[in-house]
């Protein structure tokens, strides 16, 4: 039997108080409902149906391709969710169907692959996850037999005091038979106090039917709503460290797991040094013996085998083996750094390229430049690339001195092996091999101190 | 009854190893004892009594104007500090009285509130607060009877071992009725071992009396005395953790509430941004959809709406609605960006105004500057506001295009739509919509690089 | 009785994923095995011998020159190891042995010291170390008999229902008789699934003899193995909060205990305030009311009294008295800031020393400089100090004022009293009183911002 998913997404979250739709908040960089999609992937499911309802079209723009969306236009209820993604699936009666939660951003594979297997001859109708909590205060209660088969979930409000004292709470995950469901689905009612279709009469339903379901528990940290900024930050910290744990366990030595900030999108090479305060936003990739930290933060950046970057903001760029960046650099973006070069202290650099062993050390800018190979740029040098209208381009060639406070008024070259005199403003091209320098004679005023020192006497007599 | 307040603050905190009083020790930007005054502010008291002793003269110095201080000059125990306090206060006959202590920064008003409360009929004379803690060593032991009167409080060095397995602490922290109260105090002797007075023995002689004590029951935290530094530094994580968690309950977004550090007078709008690092110290408040962070710190300065401010430093100044500022930027006083400017990487501003969309991008420092609307400062351009004896201010018209490692030697203007060329000093004005330049011709010295290289290898050979 | 350690290192820690020897992975900037022998030498062992064996010279190349170690070629069982061990220690047959294991960084003399206590003549043999945890899967038991004796170990493969019931477990860590150790070790055998000799034999044998162990229990982070990264951050968060807590129990302010890594070689007098973000790291010195931090990383560096750093990076360099750097400064190495100086923003020096009082205030470089006192360095003034072959010296005297973007084209002297107008090159040495400029006349260009405003409405017409 093929797997379909069914993912409610329609809820508002008005608890987040964010004009964002729920389960768009992001769980270490991945969205809720994306971190959803992944569980359902690891087991398999061929379709996957997000059912959405607030904020619509923000969460439909957000899916993958391959997801698809329905829309429950009217909050009627769970029941009614999943008989709208139904009818979206088509016939489901040869498969299986997953109904997950959209903000349950902790769930695993695993804990559905259990799930799944639960769901077997003796369950043949339904399996549902549940969590034991100290405190199950306004959860539905999972009401199990003495065979301890589940024959119902009573909610909070229509508990009797020996089901509100049960701390089995149902997560609202379910999987189905698909042709059992959708029999149950056509007989459910709204004839309750708010008027709603209940999911979670068709478990009722079945145990009616002499089907009882499975109940699989699990860590409550995988079945957690989140429904609160609280939640939220709660939910990307346990998230956190699971990747942390999951990149030592290769071998990535982190200085703290809890204080560093790791996308689900980075990858990072055993052997690599993480320092505390690194965030790794977007697409990152770290290679082995990296040393990256204190307090860097990279996004969609590459870093190659034994690069050491420290307190730096690196952006959509590429860090080569070897190479050494800051302490205090920017790469703002568009920037390639090749084997061995270097972006020291105070320098920003943008859609520029290092040669390899080139160095651009302390209080520099480089922007829309190219240096090439064992080229030294002197502290304080600045390509001027903007003339008020539009931006041009730097060329540095190989081996090239650019001499302190050299100021490269693009569009302008440098040729190979050529220098230039600190403190010069260069406007032409120059030729390789060349030293070009511009600059005035040094005059002196002998006594000038003297004129100094009188005006702070008057000072400090006034 | 009109409500006042006793606060017990003559402690020197020996433990805390410092110089600084006790209860002037910080939480989250804010003295213990100035929460406490919070506190009691919050349940309406009507004149507040803070008790000093060691550093006396520091302590009231730090107090608000409308809360009053007496002094203890000698220890001679908790009884005899309120005796003065009372002294102090007048005739209480007709009030309630609250003794607090000044080391317990995180007692809320709610506790009071619930402590006021139960100071009724049955309890006329007195209520304590108590808290059920693990580990009670050290602690008096609240005695109640069979009802659950409170009868007795006993030191734990005097407590039987029946009184050492009572896990409910005092806390020291009492609503009396003030007619009582006097009668109580009058009536104390200081004869003990110590010598000393204890406020304790006026609940002994209530119980004697027939009056016994309602004992509220609160978390510990509430009431949890800070001597040491490791309890000052706990007190703060779990304040800031409070005060995150309060602005997460509006609304705002925050990465990390243990990794953020944000004082009590601080204000952020729903739909803010704060990323960990962030230090927000003094009066400081950030708009709706500001992004801040990380590592920012911020020190009485507000932030526009939709601003983003990420590595930065800022104090004493103004963000603009839209203002971008940072990585690594210093705005060090008095300035005020407007709505759209921005500050952006190795920029220092000092005393400095930006107008709406004026830009400083990079590695320059403006100090007693004015820079008009969609005016553009070059990389490394600087103002020498500094003679070497007076600050002078420089000024910048609108749409002003300031040339790379441009110097502005103050007093000096440039006037709308000038321009400076990139690399000049710049010592007298600019009249508007001129090119100023300062530099000379750019010389070419071919084959330069030849000597270097045989230096090189003079040196290699050597 | 002489007390002599043997410490057990040959393990290669594969769980570890490194290609760094296990003991040899650092624990707030010291190896694991460097804990242990600190621990050995807190209660005396006169002898520390060091079995290695997987990395086995990196292993001995790590220790203290008083340390000796010896070589387990081939892994034949803890036995084995003690075996080898005891042959390069000699006679031990008057001496007291402690079996310490290399990858147990946290514990702490205490502990052993209470082992030691324990070794008394009810137990002439031998002690060993004991911990009750919750999940004992893995550990070896520890089994003793109705009196509370240890009469012996058994592994956790090898236990039976009721012995894999017990909880307590055994550390590894043991205090034997020299002369009774040397007896049992000559009688174990390697008849075993695994043929190896097994330590725990001994024990065993212990009991066999009617020499029943003292189990002494502690807590498990004493004895806790490092076997995995996560286990290496574990007890770095362990030991890092142990340090911070005992600079509190002294008088330091530490904002966050969990937020600051100290190293063990670093101490910081009373009345320090350490912020948030703060890594010492190798041997560093903080003096009383200096106050270090948000987010300073410090490696073997001193800080005066009353010095304030905050975001910036010190390496191998002294901070005087209350001087002030950052935010945003590098002190790359070797730099030298005496009493009352100041390197504060965009600030990089190297090899260079301030005078007294002496400022660098923002956007400077200075390398290989000595700067006299009370003089001020303009901002963006930089020491041209490489010529592209060499390094070169700058010397400037005291009261200079430098002015801003002055370059200090090196090797140059600028005298006492002296000064360089803003934006010059300074190439000749400057006298003492004179004003250096080197700057051409400033020329206007009147009407030039029409064309730069045709140019941007013709980009604009594109």
Chains 1, 2, 3 share one sequence.
């Not at 008005?14 to 971190?35: C, E, F, I, N």
């Amino acid at each position: 039997m093929a797997v379909k998913a069914v993912i409610m997404a329609a809820g508002q979250g008005t608890r987040m108080k964010s004009d964002l739709p729920k389960v768009l908040h992001q769980v270490a960089g991945r969205s809720m409902v994306g971190w959803v999609i992944a569980a359902a992937r690891e087991v398999g499911a061929t379709r996957i149906m997000v059912v959405v309802g607030h904020g619509a079209d923000a969460v439909a723009a957000d899916l993958p391709d391959d997801v698809d969306s329905c829309l429950q236009a009217e909050q009627l209820g769970t029941g009614h969710a999943v008989q709208i993604a139904i009818e979206a699936l088509g016939d489901v009666s040869s498969d299986t169907v997953l109904v997950l939660s959209g903000d349950t951003p902790l769930l695993e594979g695993s804990s559905l692959k259990s799930l799944l297997a639960a769901f077997d001859h003796d369950h043949p109708a339904a399996a549902l996850l549940a969590a034991n909590i100290d405190d199950p205060t306004g959860y539905g209660r999972v009401l199990r037999d003495g065979a301890g088969q589940v024959i119902g979930i009573v909610e909070h409000k229509d508990a009797t005091d020996v089901q509100l004292a049960v701390t089995e709470i149902n997560a609202g995950i379910y999987a189905f038979d698909g042709k059992q469901l959708t029999l149950a689905l056509n007989d459910l009612t709204n004839d309750n106090a708010q008027g709603e279709y209940y999911l979670t009469d068709v478990v009722a339903s079945f145990a009616g039917q002499g089907l009882p379901m499975a109940g699989i528990r699990t860590d409550f940290d995988q079945v957690a709503g989140v429904n609160s900024q609280a939640h939220l930050a709660d939910a990307n910290q346990v998230m956190r460290r699971r990747i942390a744990l999951g990149l030592m366990e290769t071998g990535v030595w982190i200085q703290d797991p809890d204080q560093v900030f790791i996308s689900a999108e980075t990858s990072i090479e055993p052997g690599a040094h993480i320092f505390a305060g690194v965030h790794f936003v977007g697409r990152c990739a770290v290679g082995a013996d990296a040393q990256i930290g204190p307090d860097v933060f990279a996004d969609d950046s590459r870093f190659g085998q034994a690069s050491m970057v420290s307190y730096s903001v690196v952006r959509n760029s590429v860090v080569g083996e070897q190479v050494s960046v800051g302490p205090y650099a920017s790469l703002r973006s568009g920037v390639v750094l090749e084997a061995g070069s270097r972006a020291g202290t105070f320098v920003e650099l943008k859609n520029t390229r290092l040669g390899e062993r080139a160095t651009v050390a302390h209080l520099s800018y480089m922007g829309d430049a190219t240096v090439g190979a064992d080229s030294n740029i002197g502290a304080g040098a600045i390509t001027c690339n903007y003339d008020g209208v539009e931006k041009h381009a730097t060329e540095i060639g190989a081996r090239v001195l650019i001499g302190s406070d050299t100021m490269l008024v693009a569009p302008v070259s440098v040729g190979d092996d050529a220098m230039t005199g600190a403190g010069s403003t260069i406007t032409r091209n120059v030729a390789a091999g060349s030293l070009a320098v511009e600059r005035s004679a040094q005059r002196e005023i002998a006594g000038y101190a003297d004129r100094i020192g009188k005006r702070r006497r008057e000072k400090e007599e006034r």
